[in-house]
Each structure stands twice: as C-alpha cells, then as structure tokens.
C-alpha cells in the first residue's frame, strides 16, 4: 500500500463511524466547537498569569487539538449527543437539516415512474399497488443470483455509478452496507439485502424502463428504494417481510420511521422519517 494511502486508512480506522463523516451531527459539532473555544480561552488567561509570552501558543494548541478531536471522535465532551437531543429544541435541531437531499432538480416521483413503465400495478382485488408478476417473478431469480455472487454485484453497482468494478470495495458494519471506490463512499444501503435487491431489479428495470440509461443516478436510487417497499421476502434469507412503525435513536434526536425489516435476520429494507404528528391519531 502507498505510505499516504496507508497513513489515510491508519487515520480512518482511528475515526468514529457513529459519529463522524455522514453520520456527523452538526448540533453536536458546533455546541463541541463553542465548549472547545471556551476551554481555549480559559488554558490561555490561566497560561498567562504565570507566563504571557506562551498564553496565545497554549490557547491556540488546545484548540487545535480539541478540533482535531472533534473531526475524529465526533465530540470533545462525552454525553453531548444525549445532552443536545434532550436540551435542543426541534426546531434549532431541524435548522441544521435544511440542506437540499438532492442537488438535481429531478420533479419526477419514482412511484409515478414505476406506475407509468407498468412495473407497479394498480391491483383491485387488494385495492393496493402490488408488483407486476412478470417483473416479481424475475426480480426474484435475479436475487438469488445476486446472493452469491459478490462480483456479479460489484460489476452492477459499478455500472450504474459508471465506475470500474475493481476499484469497487463493499463494508458489512451493523445496519449499514456501504460501497467504497477509491476511498470514496459511493453509495450506502441500510443492509446487504437492501443492496442485493437493488442490484438484482436494475437487470429487469432496464426493461420494462426504455429511458433508464437517461435518468440521473439519485433518481435511480430513489426508484430503487421505492422499490424495496414492495418486497415480501428478505434478498439474503427468504424470511418474511415486515412493514411496521419504529423509532430510530441517532446522535442527538428520536427519528419516527416507517421501516420495512426482515423478521428472520432483522435486515433493514427500507426506512423513510415519518412525521407522526401530520398522520393523525392510530
Ligand atoms: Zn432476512
């Protein structure tokens, strides 16, 4: 390995997933910041009693180090994360979410899209949107071939990101799969199954979608995770498919979700934050 490729994967192992990098909670960042500034402040006039030349050097190093703590672990100050959900209102903690999910300006909705290709039906007899049976039927061989064939998966993800699939590297971590080009994130699944699903319907979707190769990549993502609400049975151990309510605890908040998640192996299919208080009561 290249020493500052080596240095960079030396430096990553130090960082904190659950708190860092995507998963990195702007609240706690800046109230870490504004205790790391103060902590600064305080060294530096207690440095400067005894000696004045050195205050402003101690001040800024404490800083640094501080920061650099920060960019690593995620916080300075342990408990933050608990501190910030239970002492932040929503609304400061919802101002820090208003970044765009997506920069395109994609007006299309992946379920209207699915309804147009005839991928999803209209089904009266259930009075739902059910699968094509064609498509299902199809969607489900392609998943057992996906299963167990981790090279077939990589040159498919490969393909719709259109990058080589060599330079494609998948990470297992607990709810979370995660596919890595160069050092860089890829894409992000909540499991293997959710991606083994997603890499088994483009084979079919290319067909029943004659303009898939012209849609942008989030769209494609997004009609993929639309998708994944409609499987019955998990991608990686054929158990059932439960679609049910949950609550999800990150950094600094509760998140209301409605989750799709295997009843035998626990995989998480699909999430999607729900907003309880607009659903009315039950
Ligand atoms: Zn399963």
Redo the contacts with the bound molecule.
């Keep these: 390995m290249h020493p500052v490729t080596r240095a960079r994967a030396a430096l990553l192992a130090v960082k904190n997933p659950t708190y860092t990098g995507e998963n990195r909670c702007i609240p706690c960042t800046v109230l870490n910041l504004a205790i790391a500034g103060g902590l600064s402040v305080a060294v530096g006039l207690i440095t400067a009693r005894s000696d004045g030349g050195f205050a402003l050097g101690v001040a800024v190093g404490t800083f640094v180090f501080a920061a650099a703590v920060i960019y690593f672990r995620g916080f300075l100050v342990p408990g933050t994360p608990r501190f910030t959900k239970r002492y932040f209102p929503d609304r400061v903690l919802a101002f820090f979410d208003k970044a765009p999910a997506h920069a395109t300006g994609s007006v299309a909705d992946p379920q209207d899209v699915l309804l147009e290709v005839g991928i999803v039906v209209d089904d009266p007899s259930v009075g739902d949107l059910v699968l094509d049976p064609a498509f299902e039927r199809q969607w489900t061989r392609s998943i057992a071939q996906y299963r167990s064939n981790e090279s077939a998966l990589k040159t498919t993800l490969a393909d719709l990101a259109r990058i080589s699939a060599d330079a494609i590297e998948l990470e297992e971590r607990p709810h979370a799969f995660t596919a890595w080009a160069d050092g860089e994130r890829v894409a992000n699944w909540p499991s293997r199954?959710a991606c083994i699903a997603d890499a088994a319907a483009v084979d079919s979707v290319t067909e029943w979608d004659p303009t898939w190769e012209e849609r942008s990549l989030p769209f494609k993502a997004d009609l993929l995770g639309v998708l994944r609400l409609f499987l019955e049975t998990?991608?990686?151990?054929?158990?059932t498919?439960d679609l049910s309510q949950d609550v999800v605890e990150s950094c600094c908040r509760r998140r209301d979700v409605v989750a799709a998640t295997?009843?035998?192996?626990?995989?998480r299919l699909f999430e999607m934050d729900v907003d309880l208080s607009t659903l009315g009561e039950g």
């Excluded at 998990?234 to 158990?239: E, F």
């Design positions: 199954a998990c991608p990686t151990c054929d158990g498919v295997c009843l035998d192996c626990n995989a």
